[in-house]
Structures are given as C-alpha cells and as structure tokens.
C-alpha cells in the first residue's frame, strides 16, 4: 500500500473504517426488505472489556415471500365469444381508469375493457371487427401479437411500440416455407423413425417482430424487417428506460451469442438448453443485439424446472428496484406456477426462495394445473395486483388427447394476484429474532415501518450513528433511541411511526444512521 500518496480532490469522499459501514443511498421513500442488501451480516469482535462477543448479527430470522392472495376480474355481463377462455394482455392506468387489453381464444382476438377499480370491468364496443355478422362487440382490430409499451422519445407517429416472436416451419434444404399440417408429417417421421427416415426435413427458424402505432389504439404497423433473426420463443417484455435513453427486452436465450461475452470460450447462451431468462438493450429500435443469459434455474431448484416467460414489472414508487413474476414449468408434472425475482439494475436478479407466489388453485377450481401472473398496478383499494390467468389442463398435450384426459376441463380464466403494498417478501421470525439494517443516509426526521405481528408478538427498535466497523462491535446506541426506551410495535400496521417513550423526532441524530431492529 502506497501510504504516502497525496489524495487529488474528487467525487469520491472515500469511507469509514471497515469499508462495509459506508453510507448506503436512501431515496427517501420505503426501502423494501427483498434481498441480503439491507440485512448487516454481523461480526464476532473483541469488546472493550477484552470479551470475544457477536454482534448484529441476524440471528432467528429469514427472508420469506408472502404468498398471492386472489380476486376475480368481473365483467357486467357475459359473451358469446369469450365462453372459449380468456388471457390478460395489455393493462395500463390512464386518467383515473383501468384499461385492459385482452386475448380471447375463441374468435382469436383482442378485446378492449375499462374499469374504474380494477375489479369490476366494462367491454368498450369499438365496432372494428366482424364476429357472427355482426360489430357490436369489444375486438381491437390489427392488434400488435406482442406487449405494447409507450416510448416517450419516439416521433409522434410511433409513440407506442410492441415486441413479438415471428416463426415458420422451413424445408432446411431450399427454406421453403412449409404448412403446418406438412410440418407436423415431417416432423413425426423424424423423430419416430429416427435414422431410417430418409424423407424431406423440416426445422422451425424464429425471429423478433417489431410494431408502431401512434395511440396505442390504431394505425398499427408492423415494421417490415425483423428486429433480430434469431429466435425469442414469444413472452418477450420489452419497454423504453428513460434513464438510460435506451430500449431493452427479456426473452428467452435461444441459442444465439450476445453482445457482451466474459471470459474464455464458454457462451452460456448457445448452450442452454432450458428456458431462461435473457436481457438486451439497443439504441436502435430496429435492430436487436443477442441478449445476455441474467437468471436461469440452478441446482438449488428442482432440477426439471424451467422459467417460461420474462414478467418484468418496475417496482412501484422506486427507479432503482426491479421485479419480475417468472411463470415456473415443472416438466415432470407438466404444471406450471409463478416465482417472484427482484433486481437493483434490471441486469442481476435474485428470488428470495424458490416457491411459488401465485400458487395454483385447489383440484376444480379452474386453476389447478398452469398459472401466470403479469405486471404490477396499484388497485383503487389500495392493494397492489399482478393479473394472472389460468388452466384446468396440463402442458404438452396435444389438442385431440384434451377432452379424453381432461373431461373437467374448465375455459382459461384470469384475475388478481393481490398483495398489500410492499409485502411481496420480508424477515420474518417464528420466535424472537434480531437483525440490523446497515448505515444509510437519514431522509426524512421520523422512522417508519411496515410490519405485521401475531398474536402476543411486538417490534423493538434501536438506533446507532452508524454501523460498527468489525473492530467496534461494542459501539454504543445512541441515547434516547435504544431497545429499552423505544415503545415498542405490535398488531399489523402498513406505515407506523417508530417512537421512543413518545418521541419520535430522529432530526437530531445526524445524517446518516444504522437502525437495530428485534422482533418476536
């Protein structure tokens, strides 16, 4: 170490002893408990009286997901051309009013709703699309196959953008364009006669398809060069980052090299062999990079699990924290759930536990064989939804095999998968636990908290001038905020102000602070 350099001035105010107690950003708003970043994971330290002691540790707790609670999207009456099923697509809050775009599979269309709670919705007749001789129904006509998103940088004519998958069944010797029903020949006799067939191949190539419109509602085109020839297998979530000034989509990896590579020869993309998640970002809407493999199943999961599809969503009140709700496939049971994932950079993702959380349904209810949830909005009571739809039949069967090995099959349904605001996740304790929150920027002049507590259960909380460097475990609170003095919380409260014997002025604490937190 170069103890004598003479330090030039700069932006960086370097850190405190033990560099993991430099202050953290606080925005000033609710720091969400979702990952290890805010938990302190402790030392054993000497004390001042010469005592080798633990200190802040977590100890008793654990990060816990809080599962979906469900609420059914009601329409003021029912359809001829929705009795088939339907699936959420597009759902948007504009003006004070819920807007829903929705796939309906019988006619094989879109369908426009609107609501003012979220709950309780209203067919729109556009009087676009012709069903049984008649317009006099809720179908958008030249509909986008792919998720609409609004790009604020964009000319006014393509204000509103969508992402999809194309695909075609091709004769790999002259790439001939095939029909489905010689696709089908083709590919049963390869794979039943394996090497003894000697007929004509077929492959599937895939590409990403790009349309513009300038409301969202009409003039959709589609842009007539693919955005990238490779294969994105559909579910593809794309939108605008005004941070960064550029467009980015999840997909799936499907085989094809990114953009970025790392080290040596290895391109984990071209050898994933189960979907997965996948980023890229371009500055040219019309033309994609490879993407990057960011979240894929590992060993601590089940190991026939794949993840279908990439539902990102902001979350709600905050830029630098992301969610995503991956439908989950288990192969062995041909069953599918969701997960939740979080991300700070929308690059690196983590799932606080590897179980479902929009679970499916119990046996008849419509929604005990596939689930899948979407999108994150704030609903006029206050709760936070994901819309979800879901199957009464198993994956990988063939259409004809339906009826036989499902004859209580019930049409796809959709609704809410609510949470109270924040509580997708927390620390939760069975008995008593502690834990502590590392030094963070003071914002605001009181603390507050979401928590919940049973019956007989409470919340005590102490505050420090900031976070022991692990030569300093002893450091003292500071006086008037410690466990002993703070009144402490019980019930089940989403905003509660911290008080200490009534006090709850911290204005005085200084600007920075690590706060102790034991529960029981």
């Not at 297998?233 to 990114?258: C, H, I, K, L, R």
């Not at 039949?393 to 063939?398: E, I, M, P, T, Y």
Request: hydrophobic share 35%; charged share 25%; glycine share 10%.
């Amino acid at each position: 170490m170069n103890e004598h350099r003479v330090m030039p001035p700069g932006p960086w105010q370097g850190f405190f002893p033990g560099d993991w107690v430099r202050p953290r950003s606080n925005p000033g708003t609710w720091m969400p408990l979702i990952d290890v970043s805010e938990i302190f994971p402790g030392n054993r330290s000497v004390s001042r009286q010469g005592e080798y002691n633990l200190y802040d540790s977590p100890v008793g707790v654990e990060l816990k997901i809080e599962e979906a609670t469900k609420a059914p999207i009601v329409f003021d009456s029912e359809v001829e051309w929705e009795k088939e099923g339907v699936t959420p697509s597009d759902l948007w809050v504009e003006e004070g009013r819920y807007h829903m775009f929705y796939y309906t599979s019988g006619p094989d269309a879109y369908c426009y709703a609107v609501s003012d709670d979220g709950y309780h919705w209203t067919r729109v007749e556009l009087g676009e699309v012709e069903y049984k001789g008649s317009k006099k129904n809720n179908m958008h006509a030249n509909h986008p196959e792919g998720g609409i998103f609004e790009d604020p940088s964009a000319s006014p004519e393509e204000r509103f953008k969508a992402v999809g998958a194309g695909a075609g069944w091709f004769d790999p010797d002259n790439w001939g364009k095939l029909d489905e029903e010689e696709a089908r020949k083709r590919w049963n006799a390869m794979h039943y006669e394996g090497n003894d067939y000697e007929g004509p191949k077929v492959v599937l190539r895939g590409w990403m398809i790009g349309w513009t419109s300038p409301d969202r509602f009409h003039g959709w085109k589609q842009i007539e060069e693919p955005l990238a020839d490779y294969s994105v297998n559909g579910g593809v979530n794309a939108g605008y980052d005004e941070a960064s000034g550029t467009y980015f989509a999840y997909m799936q990896p499907q085989g094809f090299p990114p953009e970025s590579i790392g080290i040596g020869t290895g391109v984990q993309e071209v050898e994933m062999v189960r979907r997965a998640n996948s980023f890229c970002r371009t500055k040219d809407f019309r033309k994609w990079p490879g993407s990057k493999l960011i979240m894929h199943p590992d060993s601590q999961d089940p190991l026939d699990i794949a993840f279908y599809a990439h539902s990102y969503f902001p979350y709600p009140g905050r830029t630098d924290l992301h969610g995503m709700l991956t439908p989950v496939f288990h192969h062995m049971t041909g069953q599918m759930d969701a997960q939740i994932a979080f991300s700070r950079d929308g690059l690196i993702w983590y799932r606080p536990e590897r179980r479902p959380i929009v679970t499916l349904g119990p046996p008849g209810s419509g929604e005990d064989c596939m689930i899948g949830a979407s999108g994150v909005v704030e609903l006029g009571d206050g709760r936070w939804g994901a819309t979800y739809w879901a199957e009464s039949q198993l994956h990988n069967v063939k259409k004809e095999s339906v009826d036989t090995l499902f004859p209580q099959k019930q049409p796809r349904k959709m609704g809410w998968a609510l949470w109270e605001p924040h509580r997708f996740c927390g620390f939760d304790a069975q008995t008593e636990g502690r834990f502590t929150i590392p030094t963070i920027h003071r914002r605001n002049n009181e603390l507050r908290l979401n928590y919940r507590c049973q019956p007989g259960g409470w919340v005590s909380v102490e505050l420090m001038h900031m976070m022991p460097s692990m030569m300093h475990g002893d450091v003292d609170p500071l006086a008037g905020f410690t466990f002993e003095e703070c009144d402490r919380l019980t019930d089940d409260a989403f905003d509660q102000v911290v008080t200490w014997q009534g006090n709850s002025d911290i204005s005085g604490i200084g600007d920075i602070v690590a706060i102790r937190l034991k529960m029981f």
